[in-house]
Each structure stands twice: as structure tokens, then as C-alpha cells.
């Protein structure tokens, strides 16, 4: 019988810098940041940058214009009280937050968007899935996130997790729609960032990237 895996899979350019851990580092993450560590479904990462300085994107992601509506640009700040973030908190945030089962990475996208391409150790929480949903449905998922349900039957946002959370970039309003969904439920601004470059901000640096893509078995 054949099986549906869903596997992480590096791009091109992350398996060469994987394979080849001697060779030395022309475009560092910062002055003194060459790489992190992270896991991916199991899978050890290393998140670095493309080595090769005349690289450049080929991809939809080179696109400078999109239809508008609905691809509009953004405005900076989604809530006073969320923090914006950029790539070096965000690293921070994989390094000291998600490796440690302290944090949790969320790619608000829909689903074809997250298997398509990813952010390594992301996981994707489609912002549909907090949209005008049962109950049920949404108490599952924060329950995963760490929310506990009271004796009152009353949801306890105490002790969940944080959460760093982006989409496509600055034209891209998925991940508004998922951080209105999370406060009207009453998670937390504490809890929260958002990586308003998204992840074409992530590859317009050439950070590592992930597909997860479906391998028969």
C-alpha cells in the first residue's frame, strides 16, 4: 500500500551549506552569528545564509506588485501591544525559545502556501482555522498552544506559549486575520510577535528555507 509522508526538505542552497561544514563562512547572519540549530519535523536544521553574493531570487517572491485589493501593503504594527519583530529576534526567538519547548513559530498561511516553502521549525496554523469556527475546534488548537480549561469550563491563558508569527510579508494580511482570531479569544499580547517581513523578508536575505513536500512510500 503506498503512504502519504509528509517530509521537510532543504532548498538547494541549504543542503550544499549542510554537506560542506568546513567551508568557510563568506556571508554571515550577523558579525558574529554564522548559523543556528534548529529542528524541523524531527530533522536537524541549520539556518544560515546563501554563500554565493551574486544569488538571487527567481521565484514568485521576486514579484514588487500584486493585485490590491487584496494584496495590499500593510500597516507596520498589527496591536499596540504585539511586538514587531525582524529576523535577528526572530533567530533568537528559534534559538532560545523553540529549541527549548518554550516558544512556538507559527506559519499563519494557508496550508498550500506552508507545504509549498517554510520557514524552518515553523508550524502552520492556517488563519482560517481560528476564523468563525466551532468552539470545539479552536479550544483544541489553543489547548495545544498551552491553554488549560478551568472547573468553570473558562479558558486559562496563564500558562501558554509564546508565539512568533508571520505570512507572506508586507503585502500579506494572513497573519492579521490569525492575531485578530487569537485576541478576540483573549490570548495574551505578551505572548505575541509578529514578523511583519515575513517570509519574503526571510528569503530576501537568504536565510534557509524548508518544503515540506509529499514523498509515496
Known amino acids: 500500500m503506498k503512504k502519504l509522508l509528509i517530509l521537510p526538505l532543504l532548498t538547494a ?28 519535523n524531527g530533522h536537524k536544521v541549520k539556518i544560515s545564509r546563501v554563500q554565493d553574493s ?7 517572491y521576486t514579484k514588487t506588485s500584486r493585485a490590491c485589493p487584496p494584496f495590499c501593503i500593510q500597516p507596520t504594527k498589527i496591536d499596540k501591544n504585539i511586538q514587531n519583530i525582524e529576523e535577528l529576534e526572530l533567530l533568537s526567538f528559534i534559538q532560545n525559545k523553540v529549541t527549548k519547548n518554550r516558544g512556538i513559530l507559527v506559519d499563519s498561511r494557508l ?9 524552518p521549525s515553523s508550524i502552520n496554523i492556517p488563519y482560517t482555522a481560528l476564523q468563525n469556527q466551532p468552539r470545539a475546534k479552536v ?4 489547548k495545544a498552544l498551552g491553554m488549560k480549561i478551568k472547573t468553570d469550563k473558562t479558558w486559562d491563558f496563564s500558562n501558554v506559549k509564546e508565539l512568533a508569527i508571520f505570512d507572506n510579508g508586507v503585502w500579506c494580511k494572513q497573519a492579521q486575520y490569525f492575531v485578530e482570531a487569537l485576541l478576540k479569544y483573549n490570548y495574551p499580547t505578551s505572548k505575541l510577535s509578529y514578523y511583519r517581513s515575513g517570509f519574503q523578508g526571510w528569503k ?4 534557509t528555507t524548508i518544503v515540506h513536500k509529499e514523498i509515496v512510500k
Open 13 to 40: 542552497f541549504a543542503i550544499a551549506q549542510n554537506s560542506n561544514n568546513n567551508e568557510k563562512i563568506l556571508v554571515k547572519i550577523s558579525k558574529d552569528i554564522s548559523s543556528i540549530n534548529t529542528t524541523d
Open 204 to 207: 530576501l536575505v537568504g536565510l
Open 54 to 60: 551574486d544569488n538571487v531570487l527567481t521565484d514568485d
Open 139 to 142: 479550544q483544541k488548537i489553543f
Open 111 to 119: 496550508k498550500s502556501w506552508f507545504e509549498l516553502e517554510t520557514i
